[in-house]
């Protein structure tokens, strides 16, 4: 198949890594030439270019841009593609980017593959990056089913787990496992900073071991990330996060009263609950 | 020299080996027979009782038992010891225990070895538990500089990063970076576990990654810990969580009023800062 790809960074280098190797032609656009370059001398893409109209023959097209240009980009290729095109992005929330693309073109599946690296960029891009995954597709009710179900068939071989769910379900469900937890741990480190005894910031800093690193690890990662994620997912990561703070407002509670019971009831269920979370 | 350890678990276990391969002699006890009995055989301890009169002999006696029952244990420990024994405990909060045992026993220096594995009991004790990892003393004006000087010098064979600093001190320095993780991570773990949409929570355990792996693991772990850091250090605990709770405000605040220049300012000075955190 003849396979677009617009953003040459570490997602979309990673599948036309991916999707070359299983034999599809892949076109990529980027706005820098140099990135064109790059990811064909490494094999990302047979041909790139900096114009979208290299695209107006492929068959499916994944948008790879960061979520603020994915409208515009959208728009900017609609006049280069035929009605059959399928489009999908590859945006970490959905509800916002469906909303806003799915009005301008039948053909669009929203989609979310959840996998990625502390780097970033066509350097960065790998193959199997995004082997045993979840890649989560988020069709409307006016989602054509042939498009999905193309889309799937494109997806399947890259040995991803696939999920189907409502624009708005996946954007809930990200801000519990995904979201909050960054907020949850920018917040534990900038807690730590506050501390005003510099023997004290000293001391906790030559005693800090894994507890601390894998709790303020997300929180302390790039800046970035957690912006877009407050962004684009506003309303679901508020939500989280004021559903959260009833739960710390719960422990502090239980803490300051010394309801032990309590507590430990509740360190119960966190141990028992948390393996439903892990693969 | 010879070495009394009451309380043989993970860390009493740990410290009878490594110091009985350093040519110490080491004596245990421990409440169970059966206990006793696999800390010899395990070569832990050269001999093992359930009696403390088997420590009358010692130089240094190592108190290992949970933080409950360390006062009682001293208490029973004196009749049988010269005023020359130091002691010293592995408690992971200080200033309660000092505040305790300084007045029972002249030659006490309060300790902390910062180790630890997932498991615990006499069967996980293992051979170089402690090397390269933090072990604070926590000697007061009042602690002879000579038991001080002793305990170090049978600890830094032991490769342990010794650090020295005032109970106080340890308490906040430990809330910061080891008790306020787990309550922040349990609050995670709770404030997931109170979403109402059964299908939400199903994806979310599908979708969750090192993300919420990382950040929900001290909050998931041993309930019994938990609940001893909120028990033993509960003012410290209590103040890091309210400094806590103001940050998340902040968060909330920032996102709500989407503020992102101030969010994006946190989230950079976190990235900044958390190295430091780090070995």
Same sequence: chains 1, 2.
Avoid at 12 to 35: C, F, W
Wanted: glycine share 8%; aromatic share 4%.
């Amino acid at each position: 198949m003849k396979i677009g790809i617009v953003g040459l960074g570490l997602i979309g280098g990673s599948l036309g890594l991916d999707l070359r190797s299983l034999g599809h032609q892949v076109l990529g656009v980027s706005r820098q030439e140099r990135t064109c370059k790059i990811a064909v001398a490494r094999g990302a893409t047979d041909e790139a270019a900096t114009d979208l109209a290299l695209l107006a023959d492929t068959d499916l097209i994944f948008i790879c841009t960061p979520i603020a240009h994915m409208r515009s980009t959208v728009s900017q290729l609609i006049p280069h593609i035929s009605l059959e095109t399928i489009l999908t992005d590859v945006g970490s929330v959905k509800a916002s980017i469906v909303q806003e693309i799915a009005p301008l073109w039948r053909n669009f599946v929203g989609g979310h593959p959840m996998a990625g690296t502390t780097e970033s960029g066509i350097e960065a891009a790998q193959h199997g990056l995004f082997a045993g995954n979840p890649y989560v597709l988020t069709p409307t009710e006016t989602t054509p089913s042939d498009a999905i179900a193309l889309l799937e068939s494109i997806l399947r071989p890259l040995q991803v787990r696939l999920h189907r769910c409502q624009p708005e379900a996946h954007d809930r469900a990200v801000a519990w496992i995904s979201h909050l937890p960054v907020m949850v741990s920018a917040s534990l480190i900038a807690a730590c900073l506050s501390e005003a005894d510099p023997d004290v910031i000293k001391l906790a800093q030559a005693l800090a071991s894994s507890g601390f690193r894998d709790t303020s690890r997300v929180g302390g990662g790039n800046p970035e990330l957690g912006l877009m994620m407050a962004r684009y997912n506003r309303a679901e990561v508020l939500r989280s996060l004021l559903v959260y703070r009833e739960q710390l407002d719960r422990i502090i509670h239980e803490i300051d009263h010394e309801n032990w019971t309590t507590l430990e009831e509740t360190f119960q269920q966190n141990q028992a609950a948390r393996p439903k979370f892990m693969k």
